[in-house]
């Protein structure tokens, strides 16, 4: 499909930019007033430990009193001796008789809290899940990615995290077992056939000198991933258990390419394969490349298929637990202020916000988006909406 403007020029960003505001206008209202509902609740919990404390602060202070009353009344009777048993005694039957009232009064707040706290969790993951079907789309220039993949019972755990314009960053959960390709334990040779390795110097029998000892890793595992943005680090391995033989492979696709590559034996630390000069002498260092190209290719496939948000952070600020989802949704409006600008100067109607839709075979479809429409949805949430409106280039 490709997307035109209103005056059928060439709209840069090819894809429904309309269907993507409006969905914006909804998220937006929607989990800010679920915010707004979770710093009420989050008010009303403070207010209950402060009340809860300064009662019990009351209780002492009351207790306190009394105790120095009855010591003062002992003070000043004639009658201490007969007296001052029966008061130890008062004393004791009024301490006890108040710490329980301050355990069942302190048990009945804490009980409120903790349903409260309930609530604010509960309002959390709806507004986890609301941020997530709008960021899943990717709504926002994406600057790079992380990939992390490891080893699981079966196949592999993979996260990536995006790193998007305007200082937002979202980690979500990959489900790999949907790509043939990942659903299961990877070997080296699933990307590349017959990459060998310098692993170690050994002396063949009968002879002096030491050679270098070529190890093809065909059969060697997948077990640890990690690629971000031109970085790639790999872990291959014998077997699965912690123990077994290893080769870890860092390859920077910068500019200027480097590889380094480290090997440990059985039950050993790993160590730099290029720090000896006759295993880096025979080391293809081209073939390494290829190896790592097939990698990045591969991990790249897993990407649509990212599916649950963990987390979602603003300027490295948890969003959700920070409340600060009004400050995530202006950033967005930022971003996509000026997109709104370019298609209003297109647009042949000054209340509507237009594109067109061209198939493979030529047809176009119009799309609208009335302006008033966005303003109004937006209002739900008053003077929050308002300021999205201003920042957007609505009103």
């Given at each position: 499909?490709?997307?035109?403007?209103?005056?059928?020029?060439?709209?840069?960003?090819?894809?429904?930019?309309?269907?993507?505001?409006?969905?914006?206008?909804?998220?937006?209202?929607?989990?800010?007033?679920?915010?707004?509902?979770?710093?009420?609740?989050?008010?009303?919990?403070?207010?209950?430990?402060?009340?809860?404390?300064?009662?019990?602060?009351?209780?002492?202070?009351?207790?306190?009193?009394?105790?120095?009353?009855?010591?003062?009344?002992?003070?000043?009777?004639?009658?201490?001796?007969?007296?001052?048993?029966?008061?130890?005694?008062?004393?004791?039957?009024?301490?006890?008789?108040?710490?329980?009232?301050?355990?069942?009064?302190?048990?009945?707040?804490?009980?409120?809290?903790?349903?409260?706290?309930?609530?604010?969790?509960?309002?959390?993951?709806?507004?986890?899940?609301?941020?997530?079907?709008?960021?899943?789309?990717?709504?926002?220039?994406?600057?790079?990615?992380?990939?992390?993949?490891?080893?699981?019972?079966?196949?592999?755990?993979?996260?990536?995290?995006?790193?998007?314009?305007?200082?937002?960053?979202?980690?979500?959960?990959i489900a790999s077992s949907e790509i043939p390709?990942?659903?299961?334990?990877?070997?080296?040779?699933?990307?590349?056939?017959?990459?060998?390795?310098?692993?170690?110097?050994?002396?063949?029998?009968?002879?002096?000198?030491?050679?270098?000892?070529?190890?093809?890793?065909?059969?060697?595992?997948?077990?640890?991933?990690?690629?971000?943005?031109?970085?790639?680090?790999?872990?291959?391995?014998?077997?699965?258990?912690?123990?077994?033989?290893?080769?870890?492979?860092?390859?920077?696709?910068?500019?200027?390419?480097?590889?380094?590559?480290?090997?440990?034996?059985?039950?050993?630390?790993?160590?730099?394969?290029?720090?000896?000069?006759?295993?880096k002498n025979v080391l293809k260092v081209l073939?390494?490349?290829?190896?790592?190209?097939?990698?990045?290719?591969?991990?790249?496939?897993?990407?649509?298929?990212?599916?649950?948000?963990?987390?979602?952070?603003?300027?490295?600020?948890?969003?959700?637990?920070?409340?600060?989802?009004?400050?995530?949704?202006?950033?967005?409006?930022?971003?996509?202020?000026?997109?709104?600008?370019?298609?209003?100067?297109?647009?042949?109607?000054?209340?509507?916000?237009?594109?067109?839709?061209?198939?493979?075979?030529?047809?176009?479809?119009?799309?609208?988006?009335?302006?008033?429409?966005?303003?109004?949805?937006?209002?739900?949430?008053?003077?929050?909406?308002?300021?999205?409106?201003?920042?957007?280039?609505?009103?």
């Amino acid at each position: 499909m490709k997307y035109l403007f209103g005056d059928t020029t060439d709209f840069p960003l090819q894809r429904d930019f309309l269907k993507l505001l409006d969905n914006f206008t909804d998220t937006s209202v929607k989990a800010i007033s679920i915010e707004n509902k979770v710093l009420e609740l989050k008010d009303k919990i403070l207010d209950k430990r402060r009340f809860r404390n300064s009662v019990l602060e009351e209780m002492d202070i009351f207790l306190m009193r009394i105790e120095n009353a009855i010591s003062e009344a002992i003070a000043n009777s004639e009658e201490q001796e007969i007296i001052i048993q029966y008061a130890d005694k008062s004393k004791e039957f009024l301490k006890k008789f108040m710490d329980e009232g301050k355990n069942k009064f302190s048990d009945e707040i804490l009980r409120e809290i903790d349903q409260l706290v309930k609530k604010v969790d509960e309002a959390d993951e709806e507004n986890r899940k609301t941020l997530e079907s709008f960021f899943i789309q990717d709504p926002v220039n994406i600057i790079s990615k992380k990939y992390t993949l490891k080893k699981a019972e079966k196949g592999y755990s993979a996260k990536v995290l995006v790193f998007c314009e305007g200082t937002i960053t979202c980690l979500f959960e990959i489900a790999s077992s949907e790509i043939p390709f990942w659903d299961g334990q990877v070997k080296a040779i699933d990307f590349v056939r017959g990459v060998e390795i310098p692993a170690r110097m050994k002396k063949p029998f009968l002879k002096k000198e030491e050679v270098p000892d070529i190890v093809k890793i065909d059969d060697y595992f997948l077990t640890d991933l990690v690629l971000s943005g031109k970085e790639l680090e790999v872990v291959f391995k014998k077997r699965f258990d912690t123990e077994a033989e290893r080769f870890r492979l860092k390859i920077d696709f910068s500019d200027e390419f480097e590889v380094e590559l480290y090997h440990a034996e059985e039950n050993d630390v790993e160590k730099n394969i290029q720090a000896v000069p006759e295993l880096k002498n025979v080391l293809k260092v081209l073939r390494l490349r290829e190896l790592g190209e097939k990698i990045v290719e591969r991990t790249n496939d897993i990407y649509p298929k990212k599916r649950r948000l963990d987390h979602i952070h603003l300027n490295d600020k948890d969003v959700i637990e920070e409340n600060i989802i009004v400050e995530l949704m202006e950033n967005v409006a930022e971003f996509f202020a000026p997109i709104i600008a370019d298609i209003r100067k297109h647009s042949p109607f000054g209340e509507e916000l237009s594109l067109k839709a061209e198939d493979e075979k030529g047809e176009r479809t119009e799309i609208y988006l009335k302006k008033s429409v966005v303003i109004e949805k937006l209002d739900a949430i008053k003077d929050k909406g308002k300021k999205l409106s201003e920042i957007l280039g609505v009103e």
